[in-house]
């Protein structure tokens, strides 16, 4: 069964110190991995879709990469508004639906 | 530049009631989702449909069902509902292959 698992359940980090997120992915047919940014009470808002091993994608502070069994949110120099919970989710080619991993919540100290 | 559109955004029902949620998707997206998210949990799949028709289905209660409609708008209809059903409910539009973009859920409270 496809599945998502992503690490560190939480990180807190201080303002303007770099670190990585990881997702880990189990996939039959990859159709594309994304990245979301969930404050609370809000819905996930899209940040990233990557389609094959190797690609990677870049937007601010933020920047994705992929292998063929894991991904990584990699986040430089943050502050304090990129607290948030990051989700990480697939899709398949023999369903129609997004996979969500459990997530990771991130804390920004000033 | 348009974004799914749900409502109502906040909903209060008693046990054993009836609740319908709607979602607007985005223009030209031939795919709906929805899911269900409890404090802190990651959204779980309930259904999803592509131009129409259902595409596939997750765990959704039998008591719960959807459609989508020829305006390509969808509802999700929840009966006898249960103190376990309070939740946000997320709805989510794609056009095929490419990432799924949320609305901004309604938050569901069943008393």
């Known amino acids: 069964e496809d599945q998502v698992t992503q690490s560190p359940e939480a990180l807190r980090l201080q303002e303007g110190e770099s670190s990585s997120l990881n997702c880990s992915y189990t996939?039959?047919?990859?159709?594309?991995l994304f990245w979301y940014r969930q404050d609370p009470g809000k819905g996930p808002e899209f940040l990233f879709t990557l389609y094959s091993a190797g690609e990677e994608k870049e937007k601010e502070r933020l920047k994705a990469t992929l292998t063929k069994k894991e991904s990584f949110l990699h986040i430089t120099a943050p502050k304090p508004e990129d607290s948030a919970t990051y989700l990480c989710?697939?899709?398949?080619?023999?369903?129609?639906?997004?996979?969500f991993g459990p997530g990771t919540s991130l804390s920004v100290i000033p | 530049a348009a974004g799914v559109i749900q409502s109502p955004r906040h909903l209060i029902k008693e046990k054993r009631e009836t609740a319908t949620l709607k979602c607007y998707p985005i223009p030209r997206h031939d795919t709906v989702y929805w899911y269900q998210q409890g404090p802190g949990q990651d959204p779980q799949f309930l259904i999803s449909f592509y131009e129409k028709m259902q595409s596939d289905k997750g765990s959704i209660p039998d008591r719960f069902s959807a459609q989508q409609f020829s305006d390509y708008h969808s509802e999700l209809n929840m009966s006898s509902l249960e103190l376990g059903d309070s939740a946000l409910y997320f709805c989510a539009s794609s056009r095929q292959n490419t990432e799924a973009f949320f609305g901004q859920g309604t938050r569901l409270t069943v008393v």
């Open positions: 996939v039959s047919g990859l159709r594309g």
């Open positions: 989710a697939v899709k398949g080619t023999s369903y129609d639906k997004v996979i």
